[in-house]
């Protein structure tokens, strides 16, 4: 694969038609080359691309994509706000790291090959959904502790955390009680 080197004078209509001249595709849309500029190709540009250690592999990376879709009524959905990569660390867990407007985040999909294995078996677009998947549960894993975080705080502090020691069982009961004036 041969690169563009683009300079400041480099625009998307001149680089097309260097596109044409040599009739190939430079590279895959990663970096700075016609195919960004090619309508529908946005999402694949070199900024969006997640980081990844000197000491991490990258397996897959699956940029942003329009992903068509069976529902009726929906043509597609603009899923180019994120990129995905799963790296295997020289030493440590399969990671997947994600890439959207928000920053980088970084998902432990732990030890096991048997998740890289099921990635191969997979088609681009599966494996993009796959992957945002992975990242939509991790979201709510983490927005789930906080929410339960703050309801036992909040009962804690309204002194409505209650205990009750059952050393039969060798366990001690947690609950919290309803707000007074509330039907329970």
């Given at each position: 694969m041969s690169n563009i080197e683009t300079r400041e004078t480099d625009t998307p209509a001149s680089m097309s038609s260097r596109l044409a001249n040599t009739g190939k595709l430079d590279d895959l849309g990663f970096g700075w080359s016609a195919a960004v500029f090619e309508a529908g190709n946005y999402g694949r540009e070199a900024w969006r691309q997640p980081p990844a250690a000197d000491d991490e592999e990258t397996l897959f990376h699956e940029p942003g994509r329009v992903l068509h879709s069976a529902h009726d009524g929906v043509r597609a959905t603009d899923c180019r706000s994120h990129c995905f990569k799963i790296v295997k660390p020289r030493h440590g867990d399969?990671?997947?790291?994600?890439?959207?407007?928000?920053?980088?985040?970084r998902v432990n999909l732990g030890y096991s090959r048997r998740i890289v294995n099921a990635f191969n078996q997979m088609d681009s677009d599966s494996r993009f959904r796959l992957m945002w998947t992975f990242d939509v549960y991790d979201a709510a894993k983490r927005e789930a502790?906080?929410?339960?975080?703050?309801?036992?705080?909040?009962?804690?502090?309204?002194?409505?955390?209650?205990?009750?020691?059952l050393p039969a069982r060798n366990a001690t009961k947690v609950w919290i009680e309803p707000r007074a004036g509330r039907a329970a």
């Open positions: 399969y990671t997947l790291v994600v890439s959207h407007g928000g920053g980088v985040e502790a906080v929410d339960t975080a703050k309801t036992y705080r909040e009962a804690f502090v309204e002194d409505r955390l209650k205990k009750r020691r």
